[in-house]
């Protein structure tokens, strides 16, 4: 294997790539669960299914998974009531909405800007220019 990636430096670049985003993944998780609230732990896993699988549209970006607050609290390690609560306290908040069975999130970058650290957004991105 070392040869492999001795001969080819293009694929360890890669592969160091692919490495080094793994344990940015794992620090941000670890970050969010020791210090953010469970309505802040359900917005960031919003936000990241959200980027991730989000449809855009009219109204805001749509999550075009099923999401069940039962799925939403296995994700999270917590209980399905308490992501209830998170679910309706981000609702009154509009910050999030169901819509024919799916999620709504009308603005997800500043969703992202006020609960994710880790999350790269559009103004993040013009910030660093």
């Known amino acids: 294997m ?3 990636l001795r001969s080819k430096p293009n694929l360890m670049a890669c592969m160091l790539a692919v490495y080094s985003n ?28 959200g980027s991730r699988y989000g449809e855009p549209g009219p109204d805001g970006v749509r999550i075009p998974i099923r ?15 308490n992501v209830s609560r998170a679910l309706a306290r981000l609702a009154r908040q509009g910050a999030v909405r169901h819509q024919r069975g799916v999620l709504v999130i009308p603005r997800l970058d500043e969703l992202a800007e006020r609960y994710s650290d880790f999350e790269e957004t559009p103004q993040r991105m013009m910030r660093r220019k």
């Not at 793994?22 to 990241?48: P, Y």
């Not at 607050?69 to 399905?80: D, F, P």
């Open 67 to 81: 999401l069940t607050q039962e799925t939403v609290a296995n994700m999270l390690g917590a209980s399905r009531e």
């Open 22 to 49: 793994w344990i940015r993944t794992r620090d941000m998780h670890a970050s969010e669960s020791a210090f953010q609230n469970l309505s802040g732990r359900v917005a960031c896993k919003l936000v990241e299914l």
């Open 2 to 4: 070392l040869a492999l």
